[in-house]
């Protein structure tokens, strides 16, 4: 039996406050922008939503170093993460299908998609010279 989800006010709140940015927001970020339109929201009621919001297919979940991400963009992409100060972006280069086909062959699991994480050093912590040392 499904369940039916009503569309709440906070769930609205929610998904406005992820639209309203493009920097791939922490469920935190969220929740402090939402608790400035109402008060009264639960830290919980925030982290609960925007899972809600990710099973549904309204936004999706990077799962980036240092913690997930939500972003609006529902379509196959790839993301580059700073290791230095955390920052996300989506990264401009094509999803690789064949990937999902190679692995699909390789391992006879039914490949459905598949995530791209680059990691390395945005321009900003490169000027600031907050370069970690090559392992």
Known sequence: MSVQRRNTKQRALILDAVRNRCDHPTAEDIYLDVRHRDERISRATVYRNLRLLEQTHAITCVKAPGGDRFD?????????????????????VPYDKAADQSVAQ?????ITSHSTIFEGVCPACQARGQVKAAN
Do not use: K, M, N, Q
């Open 106 to 110: 390789a391992t006879g699991f039914t």
């Open 72 to 92: 609006l963009r529902l379509d196959a992409h790839c993301h580059v993460v700073c290791i230095e100060c955390g920052t996300v972006i989506d990264a401009t």
